[in-house]
């Protein structure tokens, strides 16, 4: 029989969210390899690679006349090419060009009627190196089992010829209507409360007022100060702006060290700089009290004893937080030290979040904890905060995408409704990456914030003592 949705994922589709770019999470990566790349080599090893996530060739089928939720099914009409596709730079295309292009593939709607994710290959990149986009919708992260597609395409080795092979993919007989009417009748009888929870009106009204208890208590006591929340919200969506920026690990694990705080409170710290600076540019005036509330579902590790949790992303949690940003403290120090002391003093509620596909495939784990984190923070009063920052830890080590090696990765993160912000950094290879995605016409500069890390990162770095 045919999987059903979790109540969770099926809220997640509510709106036609298939073509909303709040329902999906983007990671960016930066391939190199010795020979020219041969397409038809990538889409084996893509096919390969999906045998070990058979979720990404099934797609959503609704129940008649709305019964039950919609079920799981495999796409009989399953067509790799659509999904793999092919983009390019004029040759040599800089970070700035494919920042563009990214964004402009970001706000490509999914087609609801087929498996709900894409891959785009871009050519014509500086020093020969290719771009892969992977955008994965967040109902395909629903479940124990759930992963991201840019985590199911990584390995820690690099494939050969021979990895490529795998039996041929035959669909399962997809359950006709009656069948489909049958089970949703069964399950009304055992669970009368289930076509309550199909109104979508209802549905809607539950998690307004889920949200709003839930929120209360924790989200109203901080209130952003002299406009700043107007100027991280939109009302109307105009398309997206992406920002890519990067910084050294080992510098921030330095800073760490030699403030007694963890390497996740200098990244933060760093982001607040840069939006304390990119604020004052675009002529709005900061006094010392001025925060923005910024939800942090943070992947997290146990942490070492150097206090490191930029580590073993095989023990990693989402830790849900609401901090206070200090961005009008100009004293770098005293920001760090309350960033330090308000994730120090955060009572998280942990969640796990898919151990068991962290076990399973030992790709590059980030993107499936950044889009499991945008997840948690949709279920948030939107009202609550200003802005999403997920922060996830990566290996240290050097990771491979079929025969090429990883060299960069950015994560692309979702711009929920209402968001004219959203930020994502992970750990690679000894350097942080970050992604930012703005709203077009509300934040149209968000390269500038982007260019602002580096200068952010000189100035914590100037006060390590």
Not at 243 to 262: D, N
Not at 277 to 294: E, F, K, M, N, Q
Not at 308 to 318: H, W, Y
Request: contains cysteine; proline residues 6%; aromatic residues 6%.
């Amino acid at each position: 029989m045919a999987t059903r949705l979790a109540t969770t994922d099926a809220d997640l589709l509510l709106g036609d969210a298939g073509r909303s770019r709040s329902r999906h999470s983007c990671s960016l990566a930066l391939v190199s390899r010795d020979q020219p790349w041969d397409i038809d080599r990538v889409m084996e090893f893509v096919d390969a690679r999906l045998a070990d996530a058979p979720r990404f060739r099934q797609r959503i089928r609704k129940v008649p006349f709305g019964l039950a939720r919609a079920v799981w099914v495999d796409d009989p009409e399953f067509d790799l090419s659509f999904h793999v596709r092919r983009s390019a730079l004029p040759a040599p295309g800089g970070m700035r060009q494919l920042a563009d292009l990214v964004a402009r593939l970001v706000d490509r709607p999914l087609e609801a009627d087929r498996p709900l994710w894409e891959l785009y290959l871009i050519e014509g990149v500086e020093d020969g190196r290719l771009a892969i986009l992977t955008k994965t919708h967040h109902v395909l992260l629903g479940g124990p089992n759930a992963i991201d597609l840019a985590q199911v395409l990584t390995a820690e080795y690099q494939a050969s010829t021979e990895d490529a092979e795998v039996a041929t993919w035959t669909p399962m007989p997809s359950p006709g209507d009656g069948v489909l009417v049958l089970d949703a009748l069964m399950t009304i009888v055992s669970d009368p409360f289930e076509l309550v929870r199909r109104s979508t009106r209802m549905v809607k009204a539950i998690e307004r007022t889920t949200r709003g208890l839930a929120g209360a208590a924790s989200f109203a006591i901080l209130r952003s100060s002299g406009g700043l929340t107007e100027m991280f919200r939109t009302e109307h969506s105009r398309g997206s702006r992406v920002g890519l920026a990067s910084f050294p690990l080992p510098v921030a694990r330095e800073i760490a060290r030699q403030h007694g705080c963890k390497v996740n409170d200098v990244v933060l710290a760093v982001l607040c700089g840069a939006l304390r600076s990119w604020i004052l540019s675009s002529g709005h005036p900061l006094t010392t009290a001025d925060i923005l509330r910024v939800i942090v579902p943070m992947a997290v590790t146990a942490e070492s004893d150097s206090g490191d949790e930029q580590g073993d992303v095989m023990s990693a949690e989402i830790a849900s937080a609401l901090i206070a940003m200090p961005v009008g403290e100009p004293n770098p120090r005293m920001r760090l030290a309350q960033i330090a002391r308000e994730t120090a003093t955060q009572r998280h509620q942990r969640e796990a979040v898919g151990a068991k596909s962290l076990a399973r495939l030992s790709g590059f784990a980030p993107p499936t904890l950044h889009a499991l984190g945008s997840r948690a923070a949709i279920m948030l009063p939107s009202d609550s905060y200003d802005l999403v920052v997920t922060n996830a830890p990566g290996p240290q080590h050097e990771m491979f995408w079929d025969d090429g090696q990883l060299k960069e990765v950015y994560p692309v993160p979702a711009l929920l409704d209402g968001q004219a912000l959203a930020v994502s950094m992970s750990s690679y290879l000894g350097t942080v990456y970050c992604g930012f995605t703005s709203d077009r016409q509300a934040l149209p500069d968000v390269e500038e914030i982007g260019e602002l890390i580096s200068s952010a990162l000189e100035e914590l770095s100037g006060i390590a003592s």
